[in-house]
């Protein structure tokens, strides 16, 4: 079993969808987690932490189950700039290593 | 422009055939790391470093060296290719002040390494 995995996809939708990301991880301990972006090879940037508590970012919302050990990304109002991969990355207890899922693909189309 | 940079962007080598990709930060970052990243596979870690002259294993290190022996600078080095060492690259850097367990990690653009 992965320590993190995602589900593929691709997703395509539409302009204006709503869509959902999920993320599990294998490691308890695992101490803090993030959602990042990636465009065509390009590197990877933040697209946001995930609290214990959720956050939200505009039309991103992030949210953690410990218990479950389970992240989620859900964007509303999908714009075509959207279109790209999204990681999901764990960082382990004492925050040196650095886990990635294999990513999520995702196409907006007008 | 706070950055990392990586060189050489693209290269061509054959087996065996020593190569260094070089690494460097202008944040004054102290977590520095290197990746690989595979269709299928995501981004996986090979080494990463807490600071100057301190380096550990990531998930993946077979056939890869690393030296921090400046705060700014990661070198990565392949003593003997190999073609499953094929593969896209990043260095990426992050300070560890404040709530570090949260602070971002900046990736630099890239190295698209074949070995033929």
């Known amino acids: 079993r992965k320590e993190v995995e995602q589900d593929p996809g691709p997703f395509n939708v539409p302009e204006g969808a709503t869509v959902a990301f999920n993320c599990t991880y294998s490691n308890s301990a695992s101490q803090s987690f993030f959602w990042y972006r990636q465009d065509c090879r390009k590197e990877p940037k933040l697209l946001m932490s995930v609290y214990s508590s959720g956050n939200e970012d505009g039309r991103f919302t992030a949210q953690l189950n410990r218990a479950s050990q389970y992240i989620s990304l859900l964007i509303r109002d999908s714009k075509l700039s959207d279109s790209a991969t999204y990681l999901c990355v764990v960082l382990s207890t004492g925050g040196f290593k650095t886990i990635f899922g294999a990513g999520t693909r995702l196409f907006v189309k007008a | 422009e706070a950055q990392v940079t990586q060189n050489p962007r693209y290269l061509i080598t054959v087996t065996g055939k020593k190569l260094t990709v070089t690494c460097s930060q202008n944040?004054?970052?102290?977590?520095m790391s290197w990746y690989r990243q595979d269709p299928g596979l995501g981004l996986r870690q090979i080494y990463y470093s807490m600071n100057v002259e301190v380096t550990d294993k990531g998930d993946v290190p077979e056939g890869y060296k690393v030296s921090r022996k400046e705060k700014r600078n990661f070198p990565l080095i392949l003593e003997s290719p190999s073609p499953n060492q094929t593969s896209l690259y990043f260095c990426?850097?992050?300070?560890?002040?404040?709530?570090?367990?949260?602070?971002?990690?900046?990736f630099g653009p890239g190295t698209r390494l074949t070995v033929l």
């Open positions: 990426a850097s992050r300070s560890t002040a404040g709530l570090a367990a949260y602070n971002e990690q900046f």
């Open positions: 944040m004054n970052h102290e977590y």
